[in-house]
T-cell receptor, first 110, second 112 residues
């Protein structure tokens, strides 16, 4: 069973709109969560991490973590065409490898 | 700047041939990882290593071997390449716990 599930598989939003990506994990040992972003033709890059319950904001990006429900979300406000990419949710427990979801393909239309 | 460098960037191999993909990191990370990425499957872990001389099987190790001769270098070896191994391969480095991975730019492999 996939340890990290992402939804939706793909998402299209207009430029300037809000994009919301979701992630649920099945392992209650997970303590650390990340969002990675991969532009076409490149390797994934860590976008932001969140380790505590609640919101974490970095510019236009806000991550939200609810450890009780093992749910993580990423919200991108004022979406730009340059935000178009494949977004991975990832999670790990102490001293263990990171597990990745299958990704959400985001398209921001001008 | 710390980085993960993969070579080659593109490779065409014949079925049954031997392929070696190389990865070098300057992050001084203990752990290194090899993933393949196919449409609809996300990132799948093939092999990983906790340090020089160690290799561990990931989720899809069949048909692949790995070698970690030094802290900096980690190779993925396809002894008998098959068309089903056509994919994009990513190397990453990291440490355990609460640190993220650094990925290379990928190697696009076509087996004909």
């Amino acid at each position: 069973q996939q340890k990290v599930q992402q939804s939706p598989e793909s998402l299209s939003v207009p430029e300037g709109g809000m994009a919301s990506l979701n992630c649920t994990s099945s392992d209650r040992n997970f303590q650390y969560f990340w969002w990675y972003r991969q532009h076409s033709g490149e390797g994934p890059k860590a976008l932001m991490s969140i380790f505590s319950d609640g919101d974490k904001k970095e510019g236009r990006f806000t991550a939200h973590l609810n450890k009780a429900s093992l749910h993580v979300s990423l919200h991108i406000r004022d979406s730009q065409p340059s935000d178009s990419a494949l977004y991975f949710c990832a999670a790990s427990s102490s001293n263990n490898r990171i597990f990745f979801g299958d990704g959400t393909q985001l398209v921001v239309k001008p | 700047e710390a980085a993960v460098t993969q070579s080659p960037r593109n490779k065409v191999a014949v079925t049954g041939g031997k392929v070696t993909l190389s990865c070098n990191q300057t992050n001084n990370h203990n752990n290194m990882y090899w993933y393949r990425q196919d449409t609809g499957h996300g990132l799948r872990l093939i092999h990983y290593s906790y340090g020089a001389g160690s290799t561990e099987k990931g989720d899809i190790p069949d048909g692949y071997k790995a070698s970690r001769p030094s802290q900096e270098n980690f190779s993925l070896i396809l002894e008998l390449a098959t068309p089903s191994q056509t994919s994009v391969y990513f190397c990453a480095s990291g440490v355990t716990g609460n640190s993220d991975y650094t990925f290379g730019s990928g190697t696009r492999l076509l087996v004909i």
